[in-house]
């Protein structure tokens, strides 16, 4: 079973040194999601302890709060990190200012729970509440103010993992940022969906006996995050996404990455790609070459090593993993060879990720 709070501390998420201290006093609670509730990152009565710990769970930032907080201030965060996505309640409990100069490589969407906060991103402000969402792109500047007792859930997506989701589903390379619009409508029709992700993530975490608890379905469930947040909110894919007609080329390329995804762990080779899609060898590797800037059996194997990397990081020591184990499920039968490829594309042995 997944501890969801160590994986925030083994992640390098954030310092959660100061989540088991009893004694201090506490504020009310702040309407903390029932599935984050005991899930507690950090509580302080500090500002500029503040800033530092949403320092790490967003960006430096430059942290300002409110008159009242000279005697009443305490900012607090809950959350999980599943892989790639992590839920966040943060509550600052008075009125503040975080200004982040540059938003680290993440995707974000900013959901008040109560209140308002008002964004200003390069040079464009905007108003999120109950009913209207804040989203931000990596790199980019933004200056929140939040009003007094306007907590906010957060939803941190990593930015590779949704970028290399981005290229898989709609089969083609990224030839310019994927950059989202500032606002989200909560109250619209397509926001159901979104609706929809939030309350699954609730209950997966909320549930002890759910998949997620045991290990099981973080893949499809960020995913399903991903593409909902890809098709609902306006951004410079979403046409592209969301268009009817796929040219011929690139129709081919979609059907064979679908049937990759399908049979990662099977045996596959160029000849039984190109005949369950019905084209030449040769067609295949131009298409992949053309849309991906990768041969068929090079995409093969970077997402093999995608797999072998969620198994390791998701494991805890009651599992008995191996790397051998999970190196071999994904078909590298040549340990010493995997290991050199894992490093180099990861920066750390496959043991070290399995470790930590």
Known sequence: MLDFVSRLSRLGFIDARRTTDPVR????SRGVPPALDGREIFYTEDPTEAGELIGKALAPNSFTAGPVATTDFAAAMNGVRFRDLSLLYLDLHVA????????GEYYAVHMPMNGRAVGVSNGQQFEANTIRALVTNPGDPLLIRFDHDS???????EAAPLERYLTRVSGRMMTHPLRFEPV?????????????????LHTEVFYPGSLVHHGIGISPLEEFCMSSLLMIQPSTYREQLTRSTTPPGRRTVRQALDYIEDHLSEPLSMASIA????????????????????????????????RVREELTDATVSDGLTVTAVAERWGFNHLGSFAVMYRKRWGESPSQTLQR
Do not use: K
């Open 25 to 28: 006093r506490r504020v009310r």
């Open 96 to 103: 503040a200012t975080v200004d982040i100069a540059h938003c």
């Open 151 to 157: 907590p906010q859930l957060i939803i941190r997506i």
């Open 184 to 200: 989200m409508e909560l109250d619209s029709d397509e926001a159901n969906r979104w609706n929809a992700v939030i309350q699954l």
């Open 275 to 306: 005949t369950h899609v019905g084209v030449s060898v040769r067609s295949i590797q131009q298409g992949f070459r053309e849309e991906l800037g990768v041969s068929p059996m090079e995409y093969l194997r970077e997402r093999r090593m995608e």
